[in-house]
C-alpha cells in the first residue's frame, strides 16, 4: 500500500451532489471527501440508492458535482472540457460493472485490445499485452470466442482484463462480483487486486460481498448521501 504522504490520486473535497425532480431538489450526496492513492483497494459499501453510483460518477467526471471539487491526478474535472473528461475516462481509469459490458459484436480478444486501440496502442506490444492478460486471467485459447459463448464468470475475467489492459492508474468497479457465484467471485478478486497491486494502480469498488470487503486496505460506508470511513481491522 502507498504511504499516505504521496500525492493523492484522487482527491474530492466536501463534494456535494443535487438533481431537480420536477420542481423540487433532492441531494443524493452530501459533504463527501475522501483521497485514494496508488497501491490502495479501496472498497465502497451502502445500501441501494445511497448514492455510492453518484459518487463513482463524480469520480469518473461523468458527472460533475454541485458543490466541491473532485481531482484526478491533479486535474480539477470542473475546469475540464467534456472532451478532456472523456479522453481522461479513456486514458486514465479503468472501468468493471456488474453487467459485464462487453462489445458482443466483438471476439474476447478483440474486446481487451479495444482500450490499447482508443489510446493509439497497436502492434506487437498490444497484442502481446492481450495474450498476456487473457492468459492471466485463465481464457489463454478462448481469443477468438465470442462473449455469447461464455460463462457469466469467464465474461467477467475479459472485463477485468479489459479494464487492466491499458494498465489505468485508476480502476473503478461497480458490483463486479454480484451476478457471479462464490467460486467465481472469488477469482475475479484475486485478479482485481492481483492487478492492482502489479500495476500500482488504485481500484475503487462498490461492493455488497464481504469477502471482497476483507481485502480492501480501506473501506467506506454511504449512509444517506453521507460518506464515512470505516476502520479495518489490523
Known amino acids: 500500500m502507498t504511504s499516505p504522504a504521496s500525492a493523492p490520486l484522487v482527491e474530492l473535497h466536501d463534494v456535494s451532489k443535487t438533481y431537480a425532480e420536477g420542481e423540487a431538489l433532492r441531494e443524493v450526496l452530501t459533504g463527501a471527501s475522501l483521497s485514494l492513492h496508488r497501491g490502495e483497494f479501496v472498497v465502497l459499501l451502502g445500501r441501494s440508492g445511497s448514492?455510492?453510483?453518484?459518487?463513482?460518477?463524480?469520480?469518473?467526471?461523468?458527472?460533475?458535482?454541485?458543490?466541491?471539487?473532485?481531482?484526478?491526478?491533479?486535474?480539477?474535472?470542473?475546469?475540464?472540457?467534456?472532451?478532456?473528461?472523456?479522453?481522461?475516462?479513456?486514458?486514465?481509469?479503468?472501468?468493471?460493472?456488474?453487467?459485464?459490458n462487453l462489445l458482443p459484436t466483438l471476439t474476447v480478444e478483440e474486446n481487451v485490445r479495444l482500450p490499447l486501440e482508443l489510446t493509439g496502442r497497436t502492434g506487437t506490444a498490444a497484442d502481446e499485452r492481450v495474450r498476456e492478460l487473457l492468459g492471466q486471467v485463465?481464457?489463454?485459447?478462448?481469443?477468438?470466442?465470442?462473449?455469447?459463448?461464455?460463462?457469466?464468470?469467464?465474461?467477467?475475467?475479459?472485463?477485468?482484463?479489459?479494464?487492466?489492459?491499458?494498465?489505468?492508474?485508476?480502476?473503478?468497479?461497480?458490483?463486479?462480483?454480484?451476478?457471479?457465484?462464490?467460486?467465481?467471485?472469488?477469482?475475479v478478486l484475486d485478479l482485481l487486486v492481483g492487478g492492482i497491486r502489479r500495476d500500482n494502480a488504485c481500484a475503487f469498488v462498490v461492493t455488497h460481498d464481504p469477502d471482497l470487503a476483507a481485502l480492501a486496505d480501506r473501506i467506506f460506508v454511504m449512509e444517506a448521501g453521507r460518506l464515512h470511513e470505516r476502520r479495518v481491522k489490523p
Do not use: C, M, W, Y
Not at 158 to 180: F, I, K, Q, S
Open 138 to 187: 485463465g481464457l489463454g485459447g478462448r481469443e477468438r470466442s465470442f462473449p455469447d459463448r461464455l460463462s457469466g464468470g469467464e465474461q467477467q475475467r475479459v472485463a477485468v482484463a479489459r479494464a487492466l489492459a491499458h494498465a489505468p492508474p485508476l480502476l473503478l468497479a461497480d458490483e463486479p462480483t454480484g451476478n457471479l457465484d462464490e467460486q467465481t467471485g472469488r477469482q
Open 51 to 100: 448514492g455510492k453510483s453518484t459518487l463513482l460518477n463524480l469520480i469518473s467526471g461523468i458527472d460533475l458535482p454541485t458543490r466541491g471539487t473532485v481531482t484526478v491526478e491533479g486535474r480539477e474535472l470542473s475546469r475540464l472540457s467534456e472532451r478532456e473528461r472523456t479522453l481522461l475516462r479513456r486514458e486514465r481509469i479503468g472501468f468493471v460493472f456488474q453487467a459485464f
